[in-house]
T-cell receptor, first 112, second 112 residues
């Protein structure tokens, strides 16, 4: 059974800092990994999807990397802004199914 | 282009009652998945529908059932509600041959 762990669980940093969020998974036989953002009480916004054949994806100030062999993905946020404050979730396909299994997320606060 | 829409946004039900949640997928998508998200947790996969049939199911009891209509919209039904069913219910849509999931804003269900 795929297990997904996100570290840290919470993070509070001043505006402008570059930061890294971590996601680790137990089964490296994945075909993609997706990062989401969730604002309090809201739905999920897709940030980046990395296919298993890719090592990284970039969108604006966000960069996500994938290392299947070590079971790890990182989400790098450059020049953080207060609007980046949210919970960030990583998700992978459930083995043998088409749904996703999620980590518990990293709750990020960017201080103005 | 309308994204994934869910209704209602909030709902309060009494223990033992039945509830129906609704989801319209993103335009062009043919697959709908449902997730339950308890406070402070990542979403948990309930089931997925494609071509009006349940494709895959997570570890949820038979009290949770669903339906997909010819226009790809979907319903989630929960019978004999328990206090523990209180959660944010999320709908996600995708294309069957792609794996990028797009989520709605969720329905907050409170069981009292």
């Amino acid at each position: 059974k795929q297990e997904v762990t996100q570290i840290p669980a919470a993070l509070s940093v001043p505006e402008g800092e570059n930061l890294v969020l971590n996601c680790s998974f137990t089964d490296s036989a994945i075909y993609n990994l997706q990062w989401f953002r969730q604002d309090p009480g809201k739905g999920l916004t897709s940030l980046l999807l990395i296919q298993s054949s890719q090592r990284e994806q970039t969108s604006g100030r966000l960069n996500a990397s994938l290392d299947k062999s070590s079971g790890r993905s990182t989400l790098y946020i450059a020049a953080s802004q207060p609007g980046d404050s949210a919970t960030y979730l990583c998700a992978l396909p459930i083995e043998g199914a088409d749904g996703l299994t999620f980590g518990k997320g990293t709750h990020l606060i960017i201080q103005p | 282009d309308a994204g994934v829409t869910q209704s209602p946004t909030h709902l309060i039900k009494t223990r033992g009652q039945q509830v129906t949640l609704r989801c319209s997928p993103k335009s062009g998508h043919d697959t709908v998945s449902w997730y339950q998200q308890a406070l402070g947790q990542g979403p948990q996969f309930i089931f997925q529908y494609y071509e009006e049939e349940e494709r895959q199911r997570g570890n949820f009891p038979d009290r949770f059932s669903g339906h997909q209509f010819p226009n790809y919209s979907s319903e989630l039904n929960v019978n004999a509600l328990l206090l523990g069913d209180s959660a944010l219910y999320l709908c996600a849509s995708s294309l069957v041959w792609e794996n990028e999931a797009f989520f709605g804003q969720g329905t907050r269900l409170t069981v009292v």
